[in-house]
């Protein structure tokens, strides 16, 4: 499976983005995905992540409320709408398959797949 991020760029703070996570590969319905961030000098940090079915979610509780995964299995793409964006939120974000089919992990080590990052900028 080969995982690509986009939908990353610059936004003020309070703004939107969507981001994107194409997959290739027809097992990626099957997988968890999950998305993680990293901001310069910190550790990459777990974000949400969505089951092989979309039917069970979880969040980071810094981003609870605030931003949404979903995913189009027809599409193989993964979503994740960021609303209300803080400063804090800047990163480059990453998302991540993982082969485990029933699983939903919050630990990055649990994740096979990573894509390639898409940085997200918020201005004040």
């Known amino acids: 499976v080969q995982l690509q991020a986009s939908g990353g760029g610059l936004v003020q703070a309070g703004g939107s983005l969507r981001l994107s996570c194409a997959a290739s590969?027809?097992?990626?319905?099957?997988?968890?995905v999950g998305w993680f961030r990293q901001a310069p000098g910190k550790e990459r940090e777990f974000v949400a992540a969505?089951?092989?079915?979309?039917?069970?979610?979880v969040y980071a509780d810094s981003v609870k409320g605030r931003f949404t995964i979903s995913r189009d299995n027809a599409k193989n793409t993964v979503y994740l709408q960021m609303n209300s964006l803080k400063l804090e939120d800047a990163a480059v974000y990453y998302c991540?398959?993982?082969?485990?089919?029933?699983?939903?992990?919050?630990?990055?080590?649990?994740?096979?797949?990573w894509g390639q990052g898409t940085l997200v900028t918020v201005s004040s």
């Open positions: 590969g027809r097992t990626f319905s099957l997988y968890p």
């Open positions: 991540a398959a993982d082969q485990n089919r029933f699983g939903l992990p919050i630990a990055k080590d649990d994740y096979d797949y």
């Open positions: 969505i089951s092989y079915g979309g039917g069970r979610t």
